[in-house]
């Protein structure tokens, strides 16, 4: 047998052997006609193949995994945006690029349109009313709950919870280290780690070789094998695993202070993009031991206000949403109310600020740390300056909703898709595949000019949360409301038979 991350069995008896790779390669027979051609010729013949063929073809021989391996990788490298390319390779098990793994994710994530009519009934993730923690991976759902209680569900077996608790107050965040198999968990005090030990059905707690009391803020954020917390509200600091056995083996790689709070943040690759309590979006490189400033925005006021806001790979976005409720007794207490609607019309018309910042800090970086004022003085034009004072503006209006007459409420992009619920109680899932023509580093374009892929209507109240989960043949799309339990949609993908 050969190992190979190219997929996920699961075996009908026992659910937690889900999580379990066992997949096997059939070792070379003696055969005579293909087998025996040079790899190259093998190559330019599976370069005609398929999506679909090429990983299934992997698992034939181990000289044919090595030739799929080789135009898995020519066809990431052509097909796939830089900025969802670095997401798969992220979210692999750490050491060896299985390549074919990571073009099976990116196929696995596109839509067969022709079955989107075909969602069946929604399936209820039954989860304890004091949750407040929750992360989707698959159709696995872990959460956790004010008392301090951590679950997993498969929401493909009957939602049987497998529990442990923290013992360190209530669960404020959780989040998965994909390249270990890892899932850390911000309690009261400390940070902890677990891995799930599928066969048992039990919680394995490991020991992390380092001491951290968390501050007040308990947000996290991973890369690949590198996590971020914060032990002071204007304190970031960042590890990376490098082993992990009964204890998690840890690098300290960088810790960044500065004057402001920080409201949020995402690590991504050498970088960490935070927004700031004054509305302020920075971008720090991570190669120096205390970071360095790479970019500054000009304050919005969507951030300074906290309004809902995301970070996903490199792209910020920032609604214009607040909850009536919160704001005006008047109103009830589970509707939404945009800035267009104080102002004018609705139904579409409430824009949200977005827009990528990894191109424009490596932009400003290197400008700022390459200037020459000569240069700068013989090549100044009114274009030029208007270019350089609109770098702080990295943000640009959008309108998610307009083609569908729909406002949005929260938004989650994963892969090659966008998943938006509406305030009348829809879902929009958009195409988010396409490479910006205009990036210089095959970034992926955010185009909600175009009508979605589809348009669910599922609720009577507004969406409030939405996310999406990939498994071998499905792509899951939660959502939840303020009254209703977390639940799912199913979609075939390209990968279903």
């Given at each position: ?73 020519r ?6 945006p ?60 872990y ?44 309690g ?50 960042v ?28 690590l ?8 700031q ?60 109310v ?28 290197l ?10 003085i ?62 210089t ?21 507004p ?35």
């Amino acid at each position: 047998t050969f190992r190979t991350p190219t997929g996920r069995y699961k075996d009908s008896r026992v659910w937690g052997l889900s999580g379990f790779s066992c997949n096997m390669i059939i070792i070379d027979k003696e055969v005579d006609g293909i087998h025996n051609l040079p790899v190259e010729v093998l190559e330019e013949i599976f370069s005609y193949v398929d999506d679909r063929d090429v990983i299934s073809s992997a698992w034939v021989s181990l000289q044919w995994n090595d030739v799929c391996q080789r135009v898995a990788r020519r066809r990431c490298a052509n097909k796939v945006p830089q900025d969802i390319l670095t997401e798969l390779l992220s979210e692999q098990e750490w050491g060896v690029v299985d390549w074919v793994e990571v073009w099976r994710c990116w196929v696995g994530s596109k839509i067969r349109l022709d079955t989107v009519e075909e969602t069946g009934t929604p399936k209820v993730v039954k989860l304890p009313q004091e949750v407040t923690a929750t992360v989707i991976d698959g159709s696995f759902v872990y959460s956790g709950n004010d008392d301090g209680t951590l679950e997993l569900r498969d929401i493909d077996h009957k939602n049987f919870p497998i529990q442990t608790n923290i013992n360190d107050g209530k669960v404020h965040s959780i989040a998965l280290v994909k390249s270990y198999d890892l899932v850390m968990v911000a309690g009261e005090k400390d940070l902890h780690f677990f891995r799930m030990n599928f066969i048992a059905r039990t919680w394995d707690k490991l020991q992390p070789d380092f001491g951290l009391d968390i501050g007040q803020n308990k947000h996290l954020s991973i890369f690949g094998p590198r996590f971020s917390i914060s032990d002071n509200e204007k304190v970031i600091h960042v590890y990376e695993i490098f082993y992990v056995g009964q204890t998690v083996r840890t690098d300290r790689i960088c810790e960044i202070t500065q004057d402001m709070s920080w409201v949020q943040w995402k690590l991504w690759r050498e970088k960490i993009i935070g927004m700031q309590i004054n509305g302020e979006i920075v971008v720090y490189s991570l190669l120096g031991q205390k970071g360095e400033l790479m970019y500054k925005s000009e304050p919005y006021t969507v951030v300074m206000y906290k309004n809902p806001s995301w970070i996903f790979r490199d792209i910020v976005f920032c609604s214009t949403l607040a909850s009536r409720g919160l704001l005006n007794s008047n109103y009830g207490p589970h509707t939404y109310v945009y800035m267009s609607d104080r102002w004018g019309t609705r139904n579409g018309t409430g824009y949200w600020m977005v827009g990528p910042v990894d191109d424009l800090s490596d932009k400003c970086f290197l400008d700022d740390n390459d200037f020459d004022m000569d240069e700068a003085i013989t090549s100044y034009t009114t274009s030029s300056q208007f270019e350089m004072l609109m770098r702080g503006f990295c943000l640009k209006k959008i309108y998610p909703g307009l083609s569908t007459a729909d406002d949005v409420t929260c938004i989650v992009l994963k892969r090659r898709l966008m998943l938006c619920g509406t305030n009348c109680g829809a879902l929009l899932v958009f195409s988010a595949d396409k490479e910006d023509s205009e990036s210089t580093s095959k970034h992926s374009k955010i185009d909600f000019d175009s009508k979605p892929l589809a348009k669910m209507k599922i609720s009577m109240e507004p969406i409030v949360k939405v996310d999406l989960g990939f498994t071998d043949s499905e792509i899951l799309l939660y959502y939840k409301t303020y009254t209703e339990d977390l639940s799912c949609i199913s979609l075939k993908s390209e990968m279903s038979v």
